[in-house]
């Protein structure tokens, strides 16, 4: 039956990640955004909220099942908080998610508890490409069957705290499929770039990666010899992406709306103006129904539907209404709008950034 | 907990409607829509048996458990029924969706304030007989659009009678000629008692069909929905018994903003209600464009990354975004409803983003077909003139940006004009 209301659960995990994002995150995303690094008190207080834990069944050493409509509802409120430091936090998600829906039992094992102990675990997932004619399904990484072992060759880009990652898993072209490798930090041929200078999320520390032809034993495939179901995993990926996109944009309506209800020009708050009050209102429709599309998405992955239509079409629009949100919320300041003393300008920047944003963090 | 299943026994009831839609409305469209003013019987046949035995339903329940009824039950999924139906008529047409016999705007004004005695009084008409009958909404005013607590309609009791003489005139009126002349229906008419009391004088009256004093007009000539029937009605001196008054005796005597309560609570269900209407639209127009495109052998690769898809694919997958945000948003109106919680903030987002969402996407899909689109040899184009409809009544966009705006800011109507 048709219900939109959170369970008790899922209520108490967006209050306790709502309260993180306003009382550590907004205290630093400002100035951690110039700085160029989040605090890492803040990033260990968001890991200990125990998120990813809580969808990783006991037997690898978390304690719940996974929920793409639940991960949905709390990654919006940690992007809420900071886009960046949300990326920071939820990074593993990328690798975790992606283990527990794909891999083989072995990997499983021996993954997965990393992923439910106190500090976050340094593993980064490495899809997009350095190119205008980026294709998740289509990568220009190559892999290419050498016996036992696989050759991996090409360059990843956006690659979230990879100066600190002691593994990676790398999605490559095999064959026409797009599958992932696990390599660890250290193998020969594999060499972590220069820091990415990017327009937002300049607090996350992202980085290219050069593979050179990098040999690593095929049974480091993810999923093993199957390999994996590329597209969904992505849906996966980007019902999270989504989720943050909303949960950032919301931060941009609200400020905007707060301060048009303090602005005072022409005697009276800005907000007294139809011209600002309806920006406004289109804003919060934009926002409930980018929401809801990705619910959506996320709950029929979670009832195990076929989602790849309703997921593209979520995320083309959703891409869309966070940009246009940002740039509202930033034209409702006006001037203020512009100057970085505010933080409007930063969600402007972050916004555009859901175009390129791929395999990230998953839900 | 989040859910977006539909009950299977709506499910079930969806594709009986769509077997209507494909074999009874769809085959009338162009011919109702070229011939303005006749009626779609067919449907409205089609329709009938099956309207009566639901309202039949309604009515037994009514008589069986009194006032005490609808308080005590619990998640109720009629309004749901109501707008997945309306969804899967209006995808049949728009135009013959709203001469579907029954209450409709009026029976749903009885329904959220009239007492069980005028409920019953009322509504059994919708329950019974061999000819169908309709109910009809009257607010609007040609100088009182947007702005309706300034209607000039008026409603004086005559002590002597103890009845309601009403002057005024009403436009922009669905389904007047059909409930007031064609059947034993009836109009709910809103009038004040008191002018000087603006919003707190406004009343809602049930005129029924044939009443000395009400004039009907000829039908109004419209871009779209040719197949409704939409006219003006004059009330000269138009005498209705007292208990006609719609509400209890409470709201009867309340001045204030009270009385005008009664027509903002029909439009928590009747503004999802234009919603549903106006996707059903979108997604007629939205299918018939992609199976147009499919005989070119255009079809939607949804895997493809931006840059790799044609300029037909973006489009459709803009035009599907803007549908699904729409019809997700309608459906989460009518969910808080049917949980029992308040929905007016969210019918009005439903209805704003819902009648913007038709326009554009029937717009598209008459550009993207090309000169096949713009021909009246293809339903496309009428798709596009049904649909600007559903952006207007019930509340512009504009009026219900403002709603919403109020709410999210936290303004009354006085800060924010």
Request: proline share 4%.
């Amino acid at each position: 039956m048709l219900d939109f209301r959170l369970d008790e659960e899922q209520k108490m995990l967006s209050d306790t990640i709502h309260r993180f994002a306003e009382e550590r995150v907004r205290k630093v995303f400002r100035h951690a955004d110039e700085d160029g690094k989040i605090p890492a008190d803040v990033i260990k207080a968001g890991w200990e909220i125990g998120v990813l834990p809580s969808f990783i069944p006991e037997t690898y050493g978390g304690f719940g099942e996974p929920s793409a409509v639940t991960a949905a509802i709390a990654y919006e409120q940690f992007a809420y908080g900071d886009l960046a430091a949300a990326l920071n936090i939820l990074a593993p998600s990328a690798v975790a998610m992606a283990v527990l829906r794909a891999g083989t039992e072995a990997q499983k094992e021996a993954h997965l508890p990393l992923f439910c102990e106190d500090k976050l675990p340094k593993i980064a997932a490495a899809l997009t490409e350095p190119s205008i004619l980026y294709d998740p399904f289509d990568l220009k990484t190559t892999a290419t069957p050498d016996g036992d072992e696989v050759i991996l060759h090409g360059v990843k880009s956006v690659v979230p705290l990879a100066d600190q990652a002691d593994t990676f898993l790398v999605y490559v072209n095999e064959g026409g499929r797009t599958q992932a490798y696990f390599i660890p930090a250290g193998t020969p041929g594999l060499t972590i770039g220069e820091r990415d200078k990017l327009m937002g999320i300049r607090a996350l520390p992202t980085f290219k990666l050069h593979l050179d032809n990098v040999s690593v034993p095929a049974e480091n495939r993810l999923g093993g010899a199957d390999g994996i179901n590329f597209s969904t995993l992505l849906n996966y990926s980007r019902v999270a992406m989504g989720a943050l996109a909303v949960g950032m944009a919301r931060a941009g309506y609200e400020y905007a709306r707060d301060y048009a209800k303090q602005r005072v020009q022409f005697g009276e708050p800005i907000a007294h103006r139809q011209s600002i009050a309806f920006m406004l209102a289109e804003m919060a429709i934009d926002i409930d129904g980018a929401r809801m599309m990705v619910w959506e998405a996320a709950w029929m992955l979670d009832q195990g539907q076929e989602a790849t239509q309703a997921v593209t079409v979520m995320k083309h629009y959703v891409d869309e209404m966070v940009m246009t949100v940002a740039d509202r919320a930033l034209q409702t300041l006006g001037g203020y709008g512009y100057i970085r003393e505010y933080p409007v300008e930063l969600w402007f920047r972050n916004a555009r950034g859901f175009a390129t944003f791929d395999g990230l963090a998953s839900a | 907990m989040i859910n977006f299943e539909i009950p299977a026994r709506i499910k079930q009831e969806l594709m009986m409607v769509e077997m209507v839609a494909n074999q009874v409305m769809r085959p009338r469209s162009r011919y109702l829509d070229e011939h303005e003013h006749e009626r779609p019987t067919e449907f409205i046949n089609m329709m009938w048996p099956a309207v009566k035995e639901q309202n039949r339903r309604q009515i037994e329940r009514l008589k069986q458990n009194g006032a005490a009824a609808k308080e005590k039950s619990g998640p109720s999924t009629a309004l749901l029924r109501l707008i997945l139906l309306i969804e899967q008529m209006s995808w049949g047409d728009a135009g013959q969706y709203l001469c579907v016999p029954g209450g409709g705007l009026g029976g749903a004004a009885v329904e959220a304030v009239g007492t069980p005695e005028q409920k019953i009084r009322f509504l059994s008409r919708f329950a019974e007989g061999d000819e169908p009958s309709w109910g009809a909404m009257a607010i609007t005013e040609p100088d009182a659009g947007s702005d309706n607590s300034s209607m000039r309609t008026t409603a004086v009791l005559d002590p002597e009678t103890n009845e309601w003489i009403i002057n005024g005139e009403k436009i922009f009126i669905t389904s007047g000629t059909l409930s007031l002349k064609e059947s034993n229906g009836f109009c709910v008419v809103w009038a004040t008692v008191d002018p000087k009391a603006g919003r707190g004088g406004i009343k809602s009256f049930i005129v029924e069909a044939n009443t000395p004093g009400v004039t009907v007009s000829p039908g109004l000539e419209k871009l779209g929905i040719r197949a409704s029937d939409t006219v003006i009605l004059t009330f000269e001196d138009v005498r209705v018994p007292y208990d006609n008054l719609l509400g209890s005796a409470e709201v009867r005597e309340q001045t204030g903003k009270a009385g005008f309560a009664g027509a903002m609570k029909t439009f928590d269900a009747s503004r999802p209600a234009v919603a549903a209407s106006a996707m059903g639209i979108a997604r007629a127009a939205l299918e018939f464009v992609k199976e147009k495109l499919a005989e070119e052998g255009i079809t939607v690769d949804y895997t493809k990354p931006t840059h790799k898809m044609t300029a037909f694919e973006r489009e459709l997958v803009m035009m599907e975004g803007l549908y699904k945000s729409a019809w997700l948003l309608t459906l989460k109106s009518v969910a808080a409803m049917t949980h029992g919680e308040g929905n007016r903030l969210e019918a009005s987002m439903s209805k704003a983003h819902a009648g913007m969402v038709v326009t554009k996407i029937s717009q598209k899909a008459v550009e993207l077909l090309g000169p096949l689109g713009y021909s009246r040899e293809l339903l496309a184009e009428k798709f596009m003139r049904d649909a600007k409809i559903n952006d207007i009544y019930e509340g512009t966009r504009q009026i219900n940006l403002l709603i919403v705006a109020r709410a999210i800011l936290g303004y009354s109507r006085k800060e924010l004009k």
